[in-house]
């Protein structure tokens, strides 16, 4: 049968509010939009779990939705429930599949992708992807294996048509950040989304189900809408773009809150303020929610990795507010902590855009092409910088900018290709991390034009973040690079001591007219 899996309620009595009877509770869900549901009672004797799932079917049938019993083929039969859901340690799929009439559901919960591959074998109809975060409602016995985990065993699945929903610790906080950053990069996307506590525990389970059916529905219609009519790109639109940005950027000084390391504060302030925005540098996990409700972008920069805990905060709360986040992972390469923290950081929270050099860039994609000496790229780069750059853009669900002397940026469709830039920005401390300052300063800009009075504000409950993110980290790079070429000629440059306080007047003195005649930009 065919079932529409995008809000699979999981039951789970013990979370039932007090005064909330099971059956109440399960009515509202269901009048709030959940389309199937499946009876989970692992601590039942089987007399209440055949008195619960008889129950249980009598009122999903008033609905015309599923039912599912978790585990219990007798249960499933003695009900003549719609499917069950099988564990890894369960009973084996071939034998359910004799003992259950023709055309019952199955499903299987799936850790890897050699789960993923034996479903597929066994001929299941769904599968449950899980755990996707942290839960209370179960012990887990494998790994938690995050949004960015979710991709690889969807791209398993390609060919084929069984279903995938994603389970564990799915709310109406991090659903969004889950449909958007658990896509392959084959481009395939859930089908459906697990939900237990966010609806059972809740007190008024038809509004928590209508909010997370409200936010599925948006975000499915965005992503299809978006995956038949891509944004199309050229030179002129981007620079054009760009100086736009620049406009907005002075007009409305966003607060471009950073969370960074010692070495470039300074410089770092300096460059937002010289772009015309406003910086922050605060790191107490108390601020970041306040922070995160006021315009502008958010950088969170690792270099001294001393507020991880603020960091997960203040990205989980700027996606909530449709913030723009920009995640500089410097020298992520160098030791297993700081390979380890920034996986930790991007399945905490969705990053807009990711800039680092190709050593840092090379890090995160686990490649070995280029390699990094501290924070530094070494070697000759990438042999196919357009391939590698739309491939991480694709599987980090982001912007991805790898800089270098040339500049490569991509939204994994279209890459952009920058030439400009000056050999003195590697003799000064900190300019790669400077770049990052000024591309969340531009981002912010975007996202303060998307939000403009008169603009379209489109799907809002289908976004993470408003404004081109692609034309926010175009119009950052070029703004350094291009400022450094005008400040590596001025007379009274004479090294790397004379040429920071000129590249920081040169970013407070660039002229739209500058920066068009002197970007160089080519797409791909």
Not at 34 to 60: G, N, P, Y
Not at 105 to 124: F, L, M, W
Not at 309 to 335: H, R, W
Request: glycine share 10%.
């Amino acid at each position: 049968m065919a079932i529409d899996f995008s809000l699979y309620l999981v039951t789970g009595r013990e979370l039932l509010p007090a005064g909330k009877e099971y059956l109440e509770s399960l009515e509202e869900a269901l009048q709030g939009g959940v389309t199937v549901v499946q009876i989970r009672e692992k601590k039942s004797d089987t007399l209440e779990f055949l008195e619960i799932a008889q129950s249980s079917k009598i009122l999903c049938a008033k609905y015309k939705v599923p039912l599912i019993i978790n585990d219990r083929i007798d249960i499933a039969l003695a009900v003549q429930a719609d499917g069950v859901h099988l564990g890894q340690t369960d009973m084996p799929v071939h034998v359910a599949k004799s003992l259950l009439p023709t055309g019952t559901v199955i499903g299987v919960s799936c850790n890897d992708t050699d789960h993923v591959k034996k479903a597929i074998e066994d001929g299941v109809d769904y599968i449950g992807i899980g755990a996707v975060w942290g839960t209370i409602t179960k012990k887990l016995t494998s790994p938690v294996i995050g949004v960015r985990g979710v991709g690889l065993l969807l791209q398993a699945l390609d060919g084929t048509n069984i279903k995938a929903v994603a389970i564990g610790g799915i709310n109406s906080t991090n659903v969004l950040r889950t449909l958007h950053g658990s896509v392959s990069t084959s481009g395939h996307r859930l089908d459906g989304i697990a939900v237990v506590s966010d609806i059972v525990a809740s007190s008024a389970p038809r509004s928590a189900a209508q909010r997370l059916k409200d936010i599925l529905d948006a975000w499915v219609h965005h992503f299809d809408v978006q995956s038949r009519v891509p944004q199309v790109y050229d030179v002129e639109t981007i620079k054009n773009g760009v100086v736009e940005l620049m406009q907005v950027i002075r007009d409305k000084s966003p607060l471009i809150h950073q969370i960074t390391n010692v070495v470039v504060t300074n410089q770092s302030a300096n460059a937002t303020l010289a772009l015309g925005a406003s910086p922050i540098m605060a790191t107490a996990p108390e601020e970041m929610h306040d922070l995160s409700r006021i315009p502008g972008g958010l950088l969170i920069n690792f270099g001294t990795i001393t507020n991880k805990g603020s960091m997960i905060l203040a990205g989980q709360y700027a996606n909530e507010a449709q913030k723009p986040v920009v995640f500089d992972p410097v020298g992520v390469g160098a030791t297993q902590f700081r390979k380890t923290t920034a996986s930790e950081l991007l399945n905490a929270w969705q990053a807009s855009v990711i800039k680092g050099n190709a050593g840092e860039m090379a890090s995160l994609a686990n490649s070995i092409e280029v390699q990094a000496k501290g924070v530094d790229s070494v070697g000759s780069g990438f042999a196919d910088p357009v391939s590698f750059i739309r491939e991480i853009a694709k599987r980090e669900r982001c912007v991805a900018v790898m800089t270098g002397p040339t500049d490569w940026i991509s939204d994994g469709a279209v890459v952009v290709q920058l030439e400009n830039g000056h050999k003195m920005l590697g003799d000064i401390t900190g300019s790669g991390c400077v770049v990052g300052t000024c591309v969340a300063t531009f981002c912010a800009g975007a996202s303060l034009l998307a939000a403009a009075p008169g603009t379209s504000p489109g799907p809002e409950l289908a976004k993470l973040v408003r404004g081109d993110m692609l034309i926010g980290a175009v119009g950052g790079v070029l703004a350094l690079t291009v400022a450094a070429e005008c400040a590596a000629e001025r007379s009274d440059v004479h090294g790397s001591g004379t040429f920071l306080p000129a590249l920081i007047d040169e970013l407070y003195n660039l002229k739209p007219e500058t920066l068009l005649s002197r970007a160089k930009v080519q797409v791909w």
